[in-house]
């Protein structure tokens, strides 16, 4: 360790003996009696409680009043001998209660304008720190000059270390800790912290804080207990764990471990978690306080920081997206200690206050001894001194604890605390002003020995073993993101194929949909033809008048084309089977025109004066409905192919059949395919029938027209006409039964006689065609019939053979076309 004799004698001093004005001056400082005499110290002093030894100062410096005495030396912390790094105060304490009163002691100098404290009188002393309180100066006002800065700059990355020393019950733990009227350092601290942070947005922070003391020489942990928690077990009746030891490396220092450490995040966080540590601590009564501090108390809060971003404004969207990318500085990692000795005293009556008396006393020697010491460490830093001795570090836990401080890491500022006993002070409380010397005799040698070379931090990027949790943490931060984003990936990957799986579910859906449709759309299509043929085969105008055109017929049927669907399927529409379109053609010659009984008696055509024309219509109507229906099929047809060859080129399993859909296995399909092809096949024959029909009702009605022109030309000489009695009119076989209303001879009124051979009459006004049945076995709903009323063609005004030949070729045309 480099040291600067130069620096270090010029640091404390023994002011001259003389008149010092006596009481307390500077601000703060309390009336000392003007004149009343204080003895200044000598030059030179030689005695301590620690035992003998001596400071090297020297000189006199005028020093600033000591609320500007850390501002006025700041400057000095920047210089490169570390000069202001460390900083030591005095504060005079008020009087106790039980002090005896009196006034201001005259033999005790205490200037705080000048910084100078000491007692006037045998083996008394003035010394000169950088600051000096009076018992009128508050907490707040010692934490600005004492600490305020030390812990500025430890937020800025260098360690620093504040401590009290002091006899017991002078004021150390009301000047760390305060009262909630005048908060202490500690708190004021902490205060200080987080405006630090809140000030500073370019970089990141993270605190994490210990609390652990040194009671009889070991280490507990104030942190690990929850006081006033329902668990909670003071520390002395605790089960003793791990034993919290002392270790050091060259990153940390020296560290207590294991020990608990907490994250906080607020200053409420912080002092909450400190002043449970607070609860934790031991304290007993000793003479000279009710509540005493029996134990060193060690606050430790970590401060780990970090650049934001270099270049980035704060809280902009690039400095998340750079973090993400592990653009950032390396982390700077410091400590400030906050430290509240136990106080020394020099006896005790209690058995357990001397013991732990001896310890605290033990400690507190040895740190005297360390400081002391140092002024002779050699110039290596290598915590020898001159002759090569290891410095005793190691003879307590406190003073190995504050090792890294005292060997010049760390910033420093200590506050000795001191009670000035009165002017007629009781025996017990002059006795006492021995410790207050020996107090000021450790401020200074503290003050001359102790040099500083803290150096800031680096920002250094952590390895992976570090305990660096802002590190730790953005690693942690980075992996987790890594594990959002991939689990974000993978439950996108899943949610498409969810997405894809149900567009191809609603896919065959909505192809079954389809399917269902076009078979409700089939069906509809079938009823309302079948409605409609179900109206032309109720005409009564069909039955009224017929003509049967097939020989070897025993009916007077009509003539008609049926049309029935059989059996469709219920989904699909699909006949089961069908018959041919025309089943039957007849041509009827009814003897009676007006009393058929039949079923097909009313509807569209059924007025029995349904033209021709109309029949046509019918006919042409009903060839359209089978033109939609052929369309649908092909639709369908059409849908099912592609369909299935979409199923095939996806590679698809075939799914479940579903109960009333297409069978949806490939055979089925093809087997489905065939079928629809075959029936469209069937339906353009029928079609092709349905065609040559309407052709052959159009010639009938051509020869219709022609028969009635000659018919009006012979109308005037006759009224009736001799037909064949064998039934042929005009010589074409229309095959048993009459034309007319029963006056043709050899048949029965109700035609159902054979009329070969018979000659008859008829009126060939009552004389039709029998209504043109189409029957298309289309369906199974029911055996319907289209009954194309043939009254269109009739009357068959038969009056001469060539006459009837119009209504005989009726029938050949349709024999030959193979419709009837
Ligand atoms: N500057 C001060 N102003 C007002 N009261 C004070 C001051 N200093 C100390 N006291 C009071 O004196 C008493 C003892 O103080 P404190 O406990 O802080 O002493 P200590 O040095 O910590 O003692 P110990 O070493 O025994 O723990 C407390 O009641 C405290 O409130």
Not at 56 to 63: E, G, I
Not at 328 to 343: E, P
Not at 616 to 624: F, G, K, P, Q
Not at 785 to 790: E, G, I, K, Q, Y
């Amino acid at each position: 360790m480099e040291r600067s004799p130069s620096h270090r004698s010029s640091r404390a001093k023994a002011l001259p003996t003389g008149n010092m004005g006596g009481g307390f001056t500077g601000e703060g400082a309390i009336s000392g009696g003007g004149s009343g005499g204080y003895l200044s110290p000598p030059h030179s002093r030689s005695s301590s409680a620690q035992g003998s030894y001596s400071t090297n100062a020297t000189t006199v410096d005028a020093s600033p009043t000591s609320g500007d005495e850390m501002r006025g030396r700041s400057s000095e912390l920047d210089g490169p001998e570390g000069k202001g790094n460390v900083l030591v105060s005095v504060r005079v304490r008020p009087d106790a209660p039980d002090s005896g009163g009196g006034g201001p002691n005259a033999e005790w100098v205490v200037d705080g304008r000048s910084g100078k404290v000491g007692y006037g009188g045998k083996d008394g002393g003035i010394y000169e720190f950088d600051n000096v309180f009076g018992p009128n100066q508050n907490n707040s006002q010692v934490y600005e000059s004492c600490a305020k800065r030390l812990v500025r700059r430890v937020m800025e990355g260098y360690h620093g270390t504040v401590f009290a020393y002091g006899m017991t019950g002078t004021g150390k733990t009301f000047s760390m800790q305060g009262i909630t009227s005048s908060p202490g350092v500690i708190p004021l601290a902490i205060n200080d912290i987080f405006s630090f942070i809140r000030e500073t947005p370019d970089r990141e922070f993270l605190l994490r804080v210990s609390y652990l003391e040194i009671y009889n020489e070991r280490i507990h942990d104030l942190l690990a207990s929850q006081p006033g928690g329902a668990g909670f077990i003071p520390l002395d009746q605790q089960v003793k764990g791990e034993e919290i030891k002392l270790r050091e490396d060259s990153k940390r220092g020296v560290y207590a471990t294991p020990l608990k450490e907490e994250i906080v995040q607020s200053p409420h966080q912080l002092l909450k978690t400190i002043a449970r540590g607070d609860l934790a601590r031991r304290t007993g009564s000793t003479q000279f306080n009710a509540r005493s501090s029996r134990s060193h108390a060690v606050v430790q809060i970590v401060v780990e920081s970090r650049d934001r971003i270099p270049g980035t404004t704060a809280g902009g969207g690039t400095m998340v997206d750079n973090r993400r990318a592990g653009i950032t500085g390396g982390v700077r990692v410091s400590t400030l200690s906050l430290i509240d000795l136990a106080g020394s005293e020099r006896a005790a009556e209690n058995k357990e206050r001397r013991q732990e008396g001896a310890h605290i006393n033990r400690s507190l020697l040895t740190l005297g001894t360390v400081i002391a010491r140092l002024s002779s460490v050699d110039k290596e830093g290598n915590g020898k001194d001159k002759d090569g001795n290891h410095l005793p570090y190691r003879d307590s836990k406190l003073t190995r604890l504050l090792q890294p401080a005292l060997s010049g890491n760390s910033l420093v500022s200590i506050l000795c605390t001191i009670a000035v006993p009165p002017a007629n002070a009781s025996a017990v409380n002059a006795a006492h002003t021995g410790e207050t010397m020996n107090t000021l005799k450790f401020a200074a040698r503290a003050r001359n020995n102790i040099v500083s070379h803290a150096k800031k931090s680096d920002d250094s990027i952590p390895d992976a073993g570090s305990r660096v949790l802002l590190e730790r943490y953005r690693m942690e931060i980075m992996e987790l993101r890594q594990q959002l984003d991939g689990q974000k990936r993978k439950e996108e990957t899943e949610h498409q194929d969810l997405i894809e799986r149900e567009e191809k579910q609603s896919e065959r859906h909505s192809e079954q949909l389809l399917e269902i449709q076009l078979a409700r759309t089939a069906l509809k299509e079938r009823i309302e033809h079948l409605n409609r043929l179900i109206l032309s085969s109720k005409s009564s105008g069909v039955n009224s008048a017929r003509i049967s055109l097939l020989p070897n017929s025993g009916h007077m049927s009509s003539m008609s084309v049926r049309s029935s669907i059989s059996n469709l399927h219920p989904l699909n529409g699909r006949p089961f089977s069908t018959s041919s379109g025309v089943s039957s053609v007849s041509t009827a010659i009814n003897g009676n025109n007006s009393d058929v009984p039949d079923d097909d008696s009313s509807g569209e055509y059924g007025d029995g004066n349904a033209t021709l024309g109309s029949q046509v219509r019918a006919l042409l109507a009903d060839v359209a409905d089978k033109n939609r229906y052929i369309a649908t099929l092909e639709k369908r047809l059409l849908q099912a192919r592609r369909s299935s060859q979409s199923r095939t080129s996806m590679g698809f399993s075939p799914p479940q059949k579903i109960p009333g859909s297409f069978s949806q296995s490939d055979t089925g399909m093809e087997m489905l395919l065939k079928e629809r092809d075959e029936e469209i096949v069937e339906l353009r024959a029928r079609l092709d029938d349905k065609e040559k029909m309407v052709t052959a009702l159009r010639n009938a009605a051509r020869k219709r027209d022609a028969a009635e022109v000659g018919h009006r030309g012979t109308q005037r000489n006759s009224k009736t006409a001799s037909v064949d009695g064998c039934g042929s009119i005009g010589g074409a076989s229309i095959g048993s039964g009459s034309i007319g209303g029963g006056n043709i001879g050899g048949v029965d009124p109700g035609g159902r006689g054979p009329g070969v051979g018979v000659r008859a009459r008829i009126s060939m006004d009552s004389v039709s065609v029998a209504p043109l049945r189409t029957k298309a076995s289309m369906d199974s709903v029911a055996p319907l019939r289209t009954r194309a009323s043939m009254d269109s063609v009739a009357p068959l005004n038969v009056k001469t053979r060539g006459s009837t030949d119009s209504a005989a070729s009726v029938a050949e045309s349709a024999e030959e076309d193979g419709t009837f």
